[in-house]
């Protein structure tokens, strides 16, 4: 077995805005540190933010609103799971954030009185900032690159290296020429997304998610397999957003004036945009078609909405509507719900961390949407990768290292891979594998769920993972990487029935809708699932947690 072998200080498993963050913030803390970056695809474009943002969803204005506000506005929206420190953390942290873009050159538009402008994006009170910058993600590569950090493209982590139970690096696979990197490190932050790819969409189209792609359940996968604890993942989360391409249009259009209609013209809603509104948006789409009209907004606002969605956002959408032949302005524009997700950011679902962006497991942090704070949107991912950035340094002082020996792992993920490579009796590609499992998510996973749907689902998921390596057709390095995504997409969506089974209660609107428990239990279910490995999978240990 022929690999290479890096030890380095700090190693970060992926490079969106998380990962990215984390990167900047600690070679701002040690310049000397030496901090490698694996992802899977190119960190300029990669991750669920690929250009800019509308905004930052989570912001506190000092002397206009306090973190214990937002906690508890967050804890609400979440109908009570929601930790009290981590979101806490989030908020008392998100003005220095503002601050640290703007003076990187990020735009935050203000009124005409010099004030930012403030949208209305949560249950209670304006808690988002608006901004305009269409090449934040570039502005990070570009820091990354300039700080030092040395970053491997187009190279996934395959397995965590554990010993003691502490982590001490991961086994990568290079996906262009299928080698495999060993990488030591004294300690890992966990930046690789939540599971976007989990549910099939409307289309059938595999890779026409609405959040990245490349998001399919890897750091869940990753973490449940090295022994750590993750929890919502019963929040099987589904957003309404533009029928047929999946693409951002609520938030930016309700926040700033626009109406819900539906199909008979009557106005259901206008100026609010939060999960809650969501919640009842997705009741009432399932009695047939809503819109969004913008007809009645003066110019300067309809300009406002174009020029987010038609540079900062999406691009492509005023490409979408023209080939439609759809006037944007002045047409009904058609929603529909998406294919559902786990995901920290618009959700509850990841690894347990408390506010110091630590996990479960010793020497392992989690930033963004692979770690479980709730509804912390991209504010989160850049504050929590800062956060574990801080506290991973911290965690290498005065320490001393051993270097993990445990070959047998890195043994064994080789004969995982190979198995893929060499199978003569494969017949099945990776498209139609992956089909079928996302398929089968949709019909029993998604709510409405029951006893009998989510067992069928953890008997389905445990025979796809037995035919993965006996059925899968493996002729290249992609494929080779579409298999271990598939293997996290199996392993993802077996954990959320396993939680939603364990979750007797309905809970979170259309997100967890249990035909057999139809109703809220606070008395019973006022409390965390979470769930963690026992053994090899499927096995697995089901605990349960008080709110903080």
Sequence with gaps: ??????????????????????????????????????????????????????????????????????????????????????????????????????????????????????????MRGKFGVAMDEPDLKVMLWKRVGESGVVTYHRTTAVALLVEDEIVKGAVCLDLRTGKLRVVHAKTVILANGGAGRFGLPSSGYLFGTYDYPGNAGDAYSLAFQAGAKLTGMEYTASNTLIKDSNLPLLYITLTRGARLVNGFGEVLGEGAAHLKAEERIAELQRAGPLFIRMDHLPEEKIQEIEHVLFTTERPMQRRFWQQRKINFRTDPLEL?????????????????????????????????????????????????????????????????????????????????????????????????????????????????????????????????????????????????????????????????????????????????KRTDFPDCDDVNWLKHIDVCRDKAFPSLKISFRAVE
């Design 1 to 122: 077995m022929c690999f290479e072998e890096l030890d380095i200080d700090l190693l970060i498993v992926g490079g969106g805005s998380a990962g990215t963050m984390a990167a900047i913030r600690a070679k701002e803390i040690n310049p000397d540190c030496n901090v490698v970056i694996v992802e899977k695809a190119h960190i300029k474009r990669s991750g669920s933010i690929t250009m800019g943002m509308d905004a930052l969803n989570v912001m506190i204005l000092p002397e206009k609103q306090t973190p214990r506000e937002y906690a508890a506005v967050a804890r609400d929206t979440c109908q009570g799971i929601a930790d009290f420190g981590p979101s806490y953390t989030l908020a008392e942290r998100s003005f220095d954030l503002l601050k640290k873009l703007e003076n990187w050159g990020v735009f935050f538009p203000k009124d005409t009185c010099g004030d930012y402008q403030m949208l209305r994006i949560h």
């Design 336 to 512: 529909a719900l998406t294919e559902i997700q786990l995901c920290g950011g618009h959700g509850i679902s990841g690894m347990v961390v408390n506010r110091k962006a630590e996990t479960t497991l010793d020497g392992l942090y989690a930033a963004g949407d692979a770690a479980a704070v709730p509804m912390q949107h991209l504010t989160g991912a850049f504050v929590f990768g800062q956060v574990a950035a801080e506290s991973a340094l911290g965690y290498m002082e005065n320490k001393v290292f051993h270097k993990c020996r445990n070959n047998r792992l890195v043994k064994k993920t080789q004969a995982d891979l190979d198995a893929f490579r060499d199978n003569s009796l494969a017949q099945v590609s990776p498209h139609d594998f992956e089909y079928k499992v996302r398929r089968t998510i949709n019909e029993y996973v998604a709510s409405p769920k029951n006893h009998y749907r989510l067992n069928r689902a953890m008997e389905l998921m445990q025979g796809f993972h037995q035919e993965l390596a006996s059925k899968l057709i493996v002729n290249s390095t992609h494929d080779l990487g579409r298999a271990i995504e598939i293997r996290s997409i199996i392993e993802c969506a077996y954990l959320s029935a396993a939680a939603s089974n364990a979750r007797q209660e309905s809970r979170w609107g259309d997100r967890h």
